[in-house]
Nanobody, 117 residues
Framework: QMQLAESGGGLVQPGESLRLSCAASGTIFRPYVMAWYLQVPGKQRELVSSITSVGKTIYADSVKGRFTISRDSAKNTMYLQMNRLIPEDTAVYYC???????????WGQGIQVTVSS
């Protein structure tokens, strides 16, 4: 399992922005997909956005036009730029990686994002 470390979370007011980072240690094998999931208490983890090794991206309807996923392959790092945050974005955000032909799954520890006035 790859080690994934999230950073960049915190407490912000509605309308503000945050950028989450997910740094992977070790070698990422192609093909891969990296993703951000969120989870709120009492609910299942749900997909926020994903990006593949060829750059294909997917967004949940709730974040389209507000969030942007990207990656820096040289740094083994994925980002989630979160703009115009709303209270409903409050959750623990998890980084996910599935890589290689064996489809190795890895998860980060999660990072709290709180949007509140």
């Amino acid at each position: 399992q790859m080690q994934l470390a999230e950073s960049g979370g915190g407490l912000v007011q509605p309308g503000e922005s945050l950028r989450l980072s997910c740094a992977a240690s070790g070698t990422i094998f192609r093909p891969y997909v990296m993703a951000w999931y969120l989870q709120v208490p009492g609910k299942q983890r749900e997909l926020v956005s994903s990006i593949t090794s060829v750059g294909k991206t997917i967004y949940a309807d709730s974040v389209k036009g507000r969030f942007t996923i990207s990656r820096d392959s040289a740094k083994n790092t994925m980002y989630l730029q979160m703009n115009r945050l709303i209270p409903e974005d409050t959750a623990v955000y998890y980084c996910y990686l599935q890589d290689g032909i064996m489809r190795r799954d890895s998860w980060g520890q999660g990072i709290q994002v709180t949007v509140s006035s």
